[in-house]
């Protein structure tokens, strides 16, 4: 990674000074993968998203956008200090600079991703007032119950705060398990699996199908193609306040 202090490196995009972006940076108006920064924190341009007065500090290369079908096992970020396989490994190195992953799936999930080089498509498809769909096929322990069902499409209390209402519906029962498709407009932190474990029905595999109309079908996992830019300029436009 090639982290430098963010006051210098919002300077170095044309912005503003720096002596301008210390000050942004005080009166805490700078993001760095959605929490605040602060004087003397660092960034990688390459791989963090950052964010001054809620605009990305976009990049000046051109926008690549690139969907992988990531397997279970592998991390969703640019590097890790553990030495596991990361999203960016599935790439070849002619194709990784400067691109990070939009989102994340955590290690035992699989399914589709987006790494991009491209703040603005980050931050429509990562806030939740955009309300981007993103598609899930999840098989859990046990029957779920209509009620259960219902309890999970009207929200769920997480962290003191009720999650948004979903899409969720029970397409097959699979030998005492029950396989379900699911719509989320919002994306905590293991959220499918922190709510499935509150209705007493563990996750037993997760998949992301698509994020709004981008799939995984076509590629077999671990695999990857750039898309068009009309493919992605949609996801921009299509960002709205909820």
């Given at each position: ?10 300077s ?9 972006a210390?000050?942004l940076l005080?009166e ?11 004087l ?5 341009r ?10 990305p ?11 992988i079908?990531?397997?279970k ?9 553990q030495?596991?396989l990361?999203i960016?490994?599935?790439?070849p190195?002619e ?18 991703i987006?790494l991009?080089?491209?703040?603005e ?7 939740p007032r ?12 046990g ?7 219902e309890?999970?499409r ?9 999650t ?7 397409t097959?029962?699979l ?7 699911i ?9 499918i ?9 563990p ?5 992301r199908?698509?994020?709004e109309?981008?799939?995984?079908n ?25």
């Amino acid at each position: 990674m090639n982290e430098i202090r963010l006051q210098k490196l919002i300077s170095g995009s044309g912005l503003c000074s720096r002596r301008k972006a210390e000050q942004l940076l005080n009166e805490k108006r700078v993001l760095v993968n959605g929490r605040t920064a602060k004087l003397g924190d660092k960034a990688d341009r390459d791989c963090d998203l950052i964010i001054v007065d809620g605009v990305p500090l976009l990049g000046k290369t051109a926008s690549k956008v690139i969907a992988i079908n990531k397997p279970k096992g592998v991390i969703c970020s640019c590097s890790d200090p553990q030495g596991r396989l990361t999203i960016i490994d599935l790439l070849p190195a002619e194709e990784r600079k400067g691109l990070h992953p939009v989102g994340r799936l955590d290690k035992d999930s699989r399914g589709i991703i987006l790494l991009t080089n491209n703040g603005e498509l980050t931050l429509k498809l990562t806030h939740p007032r955009y309300s981007h769909c993103k598609t899930y096929m999840v098989l859990v322990e046990g029957k779920l119950s209509q009620e259960s069902i219902e309890q999970w499409r009207n929200g769920i209390i997480l962290n003191g705060r009720k999650t948004r209402e979903a899409y969720v519906e029970l397409t097959e029962h699979l030998n005492g398990r029950s396989l379900l498709k699911i719509i989320l407009k919002e994306g905590r932190n293991r959220q499918i699996r922190r709510i499935a474990e509150i209705l007493g029905h563990p996750v037993i595999d997760l998949q992301r199908i698509s994020i709004e109309q981008i799939t995984i079908n076509g590629l077999s996992e671990g695999k990857w193609r750039i898309l068009e830019e009309k493919e992605w300029t949609r996801l921009i436009k299509k960002g709205k306040m909820y």
